[in-house]
């Protein structure tokens, strides 16, 4: 009897699901693909602060100053989803101060031990890889690091929960070859840090979390290609998410959701920004 084929997947294909099975099918099953709303000026922030982050650790150490960060973020600059040319300035100013606090607090001599790595292990479910913002090596351990442009509030609970966090973890372990339990979360607008410590058992769970949501889509496919409808086999989940899904419009459900603007989330963090420094000066949620 031959062997079940391995589930291949990476940590945001399997929380897709657990998001919404419905958007899982819109994503990765459905060809053609349903047209994607607009892009999202949080996403487009997110990712020219990772890359400037991910170009500052390519570059020789006697080179990472802080006059090098204009140059970086500008040449990762991403400029889709913003309201105006205005609100994209007032962006960029504020990236570019969280990434100068965020490199003044570095150790002068600090070398990560890999910067937007890839890692993979196999399960008897699954075959998952995924990348890494960074990882450091600590006192023999390896500890991972995933950067945060968006919500406020982080909490140690965040990083526990985290199922890409788990995961990565659990892989790097395998591939480096040394224990892997500390994960944290580097929230860049308020300089925060949160950090959950697994241990052995808790990274399984997170693994058998994962292999649980393989099966439940293998068998959501094998329902699909058995007569059961679309909608039927992969239901939407309805929720606060549908707001911010690239589905909204084709999805009945997601419809009846009010729609984001596509700057909306920028706006709000800076508006959350600003009442959190005028609180500082007198005497915080995205994703």
């Given at each position: 009897?031959?062997?079940?084929?391995?589930f291949?997947?990476?940590?945001?294909?399997l929380?897709?699901?657990?998001d919404?099975?419905?958007?899982y099918?819109?994503t990765?099953?459905d060809?053609?693909?349903?047209?994607?709303?607009?892009?999202?000026?949080?996403?487009?922030?997110?990712?020219?602060?990772?890359?400037?982050?991910?170009?500052?650790?390519?570059?020789?150490?006697?080179?990472r100053?802080?006059?090098?960060?204009p140059?970086?973020?500008?040449?990762?600059?991403?400029?889709d989803g913003?309201?105006?040319?205005?609100?994209?300035?007032?962006v960029f100013?504020?990236?570019?101060?969280?990434?100068?606090?965020?490199?003044?607090?570095?150790?002068?001599?600090?070398?990560?031990?890999a910067?937007?790595?890839?890692?993979?292990?196999?399960?008897?479910?699954?075959?998952?890889?995924?990348?890494?913002?960074?990882?450091?090596?600590?006192?023999?351990e390896?500890?991972?690091?995933?950067?945060?442009?968006?919500?406020?509030?982080?909490?140690?609970?965040?990083?526990?929960?985290?199922?890409?966090?788990?995961?990565?973890a659990?892989a790097?372990?395998?591939?480096?070859?040394?224990?892997?339990?500390?994960?944290?979360?580097?929230?860049?607008?308020?300089?925060?840090?949160?950090?959950?410590?697994?241990t052995?058992?808790?990274?399984?769970?997170?693994?058998?979390?994962?292999?649980?949501?393989a099966?439940?889509?293998?068998?959501?496919?094998?329902?699909?290609?058995?007569?059961?409808?679309?909608?039927?086999?992969?239901?939407?989940?309805?929720?606060?998410?549908?707001?911010?899904?690239?589905?909204?419009?084709?999805?009945?459900?997601?419809?009846?959701?009010?729609?984001?603007?596509?700057?909306?989330?920028?706006?709000?963090?800076?508006q959350?920004?600003?009442?959190?420094?005028?609180?500082?000066?007198?005497?915080?949620?995205?994703?």
């Open positions: 009897m031959m062997p079940e084929r391995l291949v997947c990476t940590p945001s294909k929380s897709s699901y657990e919404c099975p419905r958007r099918r819109y990765y099953l060809r053609p693909s349903p047209q994607k709303g607009p892009a999202w000026a949080h996403n487009s922030l997110g990712a020219s602060v990772h890359t400037a982050l991910k170009n500052w650790w390519d570059l020789p150490p006697q080179r100053v802080p006059g090098s960060l140059t970086l973020l500008r040449a990762t600059w991403v400029r913003y309201r105006d040319e205005e609100q994209e300035r007032a100013q504020r990236a570019l101060r969280w990434l100068e606090a965020y490199v003044a607090e570095l150790p002068a001599d600090f070398e990560p031990l910067v937007e790595r890839t890692v993979a292990a196999k399960t008897a479910v699954l075959a998952l890889s995924g990348r890494t913002d960074r990882i450091d090596q600590r006192g023999g390896l500890v991972i690091v995933d950067y945060k442009t968006g919500r406020t509030g982080l909490d140690g609970d965040d990083a526990r929960g985290s199922l890409a966090l788990a995961l990565y659990y790097a372990a395998r591939v480096f070859r040394k224990p892997c339990h500390t994960v944290e979360l580097h929230h860049l607008p308020t300089g925060t840090v949160v950090s959950h410590e697994h052995e058992e808790s990274l399984q769970r997170h693994v058998n979390r994962a292999e649980a949501t099966r439940d889509i293998v068998a959501a496919e094998q329902a699909l290609a058995g007569g059961t409808a679309p909608d039927e086999a992969f239901p939407t989940r309805p929720g606060r998410l549908c707001g911010w899904c690239d589905f909204r419009r084709v999805c009945p459900a997601g419809a009846e959701v009010p729609a984001r603007e596509p700057w909306s989330a920028v706006e709000s963090a800076a959350g920004q600003s009442s959190a420094e005028s609180v500082a000066q007198a005497g915080h949620r995205p994703q």
